[in-house]
């Protein structure tokens, strides 16, 4: 099972600041890294897929990159509705699909 | 526009059952797997099973074979998950996720999620 190490747990900065988040894996899962966002009481929110990518509807203010075991979500000046819980996902080897334990975006 | 309501969740003893059931709309519902992804309290989303769209194709997360069953209706639009033999620690909100064509597996859309308690 490839397991995916987010960094840092928990992200506090300031609406307009920019925001890096750190997904690695265990393994390398080639391009087929994804990132969500989830906010209470909410369903997640598809951003990225295949690294780089961003979803339908999905700002350009949110980025990815990466490839092999190291990846970035970078939000480049963050919004009051950008704080909130990211995950990241890997469909490179599976079943099991697997998620990151979450980096908390959090208001400073 | 593409809608996902899932059903189904309750309370239930352990070593109980559950049916949960999510509808879909908004787009060709034969093309796409379908998943459920679960979330426990304070823990990151786990992926549970999916189902691919045309040959029904099945996968799991070990510790849920031979207790949770994936199916669907393509007639009806929806995708079920029978689960069996419940424990303390299948407790969590249940979202039905769609993903991509054949197994591509991002999950594009979510439902509002369905809440399992096993007490």
């Known amino acids: 099972e490839i397991v995916l190490t987010q960094s840092p747990a928990t992200l506090s900065l300031s609406p307009g600041d920019r925001a890096t988040l750190s997904c690695r894996a265990s393994?390398?899962?080639?391009?087929?890294l994804a990132w969500y966002q989830k906010k209470p009481g909410q369903a997640p929110r598809l951003l990225i897929y295949?690294?780089?990518n961003r979803a339908t509807g999905i700002p350009a203010r949110f980025s990815g990159s990466g490839s092999g075991t190291d990846f970035t979500l970078t939000i480049s000046s963050l919004e009051p509705g950008d704080f909130a819980v990211y995950y990241c996902?890997?469909?490179?080897?599976?079943?099991?699909?697997?998620f990151g334990q979450g980096t908390r975006l959090e208001i400073k | 526009e593409v809608q996902l309501l899932e059903s189904g969740g309750d309370l239930v003893q352990p070593g109980g059952s559950l049916r949960l059931s999510c509808a879909a709309s908004?787009?060709?519902?034969?093309?796409?797997?379908m998943n459920w992804v679960r979330q426990a309290p304070g823990k990151g989303p786990e992926w549970v099973s999916g189902?691919?769209?045309?040959?029904?194709?099945?996968f799991y997360i070990d510790s849920v074979k031979g207790r949770f069953t994936i199916s669907r209706d393509n007639s009806k639009n929806t995708v079920s998950l029978q689960m069996n033999s419940l424990r303390a620690e299948d407790t969590a909100v249940y979202y039905c996720?769609?993903?991509?064509?054949?197994?591509?597996?991002?999950?594009?859309?979510w439902g509002q999620g369905t809440l399992v308690t096993v007490s």
């Open positions: 189902i691919t769209g045309s040959d029904f194709r099945t």
């Open positions: 393994q390398s899962v080639s391009s087929y």
């Open positions: 908004g787009f060709t519902f034969s093309d796409y797997v």
């Open positions: 996902q890997q469909r490179y080897i599976w079943p099991p699909l697997t």
């Open positions: 295949d690294a780089s």
């Open positions: 996720a769609k993903g991509g064509r054949g197994t591509a597996m991002v999950f594009d859309y």
